[in-house]
């Protein structure tokens, strides 16, 4: 456990593993060149670009120490999203429904004090001040692709720790079979909650298995950074083989129950937003194909898209959870 939070209510590192954003993408490139011989020539222009980078960072933020993953599926080689690409195209309606809304609109946030409930089928229910919560666990850096519906996709080096050890510290009874995701819904600042595109507060679910499985990542930061407002501040899910809408942003309350949750996107749309939501080549969305991406960021609007992956690529780690089911069925 390499953080502390101080007064003020950042979080700010001890010790020396924190890897601010902006070094990243520059240290990856660099392993490649090193490995290609040609690291010499690139030393100079790559110093320049990182000072500019750390330049431009948003100083509001306060980094993240983590120590980097070694859970099966939490690293990949692909070249990251930029920074500024993931923290401005966003999705949370709360803020609007533009992707620069959120960018735009989300300063309003108000995220200290912050309180995690944890009902329902549990022996421990408890509810977790915001500090308390980021002491449970070590942090963790996961580089995990994240799948919109929509038909983009980005990837993104996510600070947190697997869901599954809050479960075990509170203790779900035998007859809990599912997990409702409750996040924060208040007109106050949150100017569109109350708009009639979906149902407030924004529900999302997961199976128990689902939900304890090592991937599910209870998310605080990205890029070495707290997360951004526009991000999900302070707490959200991420859950890298289902499309991004099953990631549920600025989390206030996580509920056990035997029933499957109703989520807010099935209640507006039963027949396009399933409770799985699998990421799945083979199932169309019924107004588009779901056989292709877009990466934003990386490819232009002319760019050639890439092929989806069945379950976002991690079919290897989640596949065996739903051996046997019809995943046409169950989309
Ligand atoms: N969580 C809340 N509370 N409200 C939202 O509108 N949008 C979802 C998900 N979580 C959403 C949410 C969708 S559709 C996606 S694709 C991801 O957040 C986007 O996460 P990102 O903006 O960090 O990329």
Same mark, same amino acid.
């Given at each position: 456990?390499?953080?502390?939070?101080?007064?003020?209510?950042?979080?700010?590192?001890?010790?020396?593993?924190?890897?601010?954003?902006?070094?990243?993408?520059?240290?990856?490139?660099?392993?490649?060149?090193?490995?290609?011989?040609?690291?010499?020539?690139?030393?100079?222009?790559?110093?320049?670009?990182?000072?500019?980078?750390?330049?431009?960072?948003?100083?509001?933020?306060?980094?993240?120490?983590?120590?980097?993953?070694?859970?099966?599926?939490?690293?990949?080689?692909?070249? %990251?999203?930029? #920074?500024?690409?993931?923290?401005? #195209? !966003?999705?949370?309606?709360?803020?609007?429904?533009?992707?620069?809304?959120?960018?735009?609109?989300?300063?309003?946030?108000?995220?200290?004090?912050?309180?995690?409930? &944890?009902?329902?089928?549990? +022996?421990?229910?408890?509810?977790?001040? /915001?500090?308390?919560?980021? +002491?449970?666990?070590?942090?963790?850096?996961?580089? =995990?692709?994240?799948?919109?519906?929509?038909?983009?996709?980005?990837?993104?080096?996510?600070?947190?720790?697997?869901?599954? +050890?809050?479960?075990? @510290?509170?203790?779900?009874?035998?007859?809990?079979?599912?997990?409702?995701?409750?996040?924060?819904?208040?007109?106050?600042?949150?100017?569109?909650?109350?708009?009639?595109?979906?149902?407030?507060?924004?529900?999302?679910? %997961?199976?128990?298995?689902?939900?304890?499985?090592?991937?599910?990542?209870?998310?605080?930061?990205? =890029?070495?950074?707290?997360?951004?407002?526009?991000?999900?501040?302070?707490?959200? /899910?991420?859950?890298?083989?289902?499309?991004?809408?099953?990631?549920?942003?600025?989390?206030?309350? &996580?509920?056990?129950?035997?029933?499957?949750? @109703?989520?807010?996107?099935?209640?507006?749309?039963?027949?396009?937003?399933?409770?799985?939501?699998?990421?799945?080549?083979?199932?169309?969305?019924?107004?588009?194909?779901?056989?292709?991406?877009?990466?934003?960021?990386?490819?232009?609007?002319?760019?050639?898209?890439?092929?989806?992956?069945?379950? !976002?690529? #991690?079919?290897?780690?989640?596949?065996?959870? =739903?051996?046997?089911?019809?995943?046409?069925?169950?989309?």
């Amino acid at each position: 456990m390499l953080i502390k939070t101080h007064r003020d209510g950042f979080i700010h590192p001890i010790g020396s593993e924190i890897t601010p954003q902006s070094a990243y993408q520059g240290r990856r490139d660099m392993l490649k060149l090193m490995a290609s011989g040609l690291a010499g020539a690139a030393l100079a222009s790559w110093a320049s670009r990182e000072a500019l980078a750390q330049a431009q960072r948003p100083g509001k933020l306060a980094a993240l120490a983590a120590a980097k993953s070694n859970a099966a599926g939490a690293v990949t080689m692909e070249k %990251l999203t930029p #920074y500024k690409d993931a923290t401005t #195209y !966003n999705n949370f309606y709360e803020f609007g429904t533009d992707k620069a809304d959120p960018a735009r609109n989300a300063h309003t946030l108000k995220t200290t004090p912050w309180t995690v409930e &944890i009902d329902g089928l549990v +022996k421990k229910p408890a509810k977790y001040q /915001l500090e308390d919560l980021l +002491k449970l666990s070590a942090q963790e850096e996961r580089i =995990y692709r994240l799948r919109c519906v929509e038909g983009w996709s980005m990837v993104i080096p996510w600070v947190g720790y697997s869901l599954s +050890k809050l479960i075990e @510290k509170v203790e779900p009874l035998g007859n809990a079979k599912f997990v409702e995701f409750i996040t924060q819904a208040d007109p106050k600042t949150m100017p569109f909650v109350g708009s009639r595109v979906l149902d407030w507060p924004y529900v999302e679910g %997961l199976r128990m298995d689902e939900a304890m499985h090592p991937l599910t990542l209870l998310s605080f930061g990205m =890029y070495g950074e707290v997360l951004p407002n526009q991000n999900g501040a302070p707490v959200r /899910l991420v859950v890298p083989w289902k499309y991004g809408f099953k990631s549920g942003k600025s989390l206030v309350r &996580i509920r056990f129950t035997d029933r499957e949750p @109703k989520t807010a996107w099935n209640k507006a749309a039963a027949n396009e937003y399933g409770f799985y939501s699998n990421v799945n080549p083979d199932v169309d969305h019924p107004r588009w194909s779901q056989a292709t991406e877009r990466r934003i960021g990386e490819d232009g609007l002319f760019a050639k898209k890439r092929k989806t992956l069945m379950f !976002n690529g #991690y079919e290897a780690q989640v596949g065996q959870l =739903y051996a046997g089911m019809d995943l046409k069925k169950n989309f």
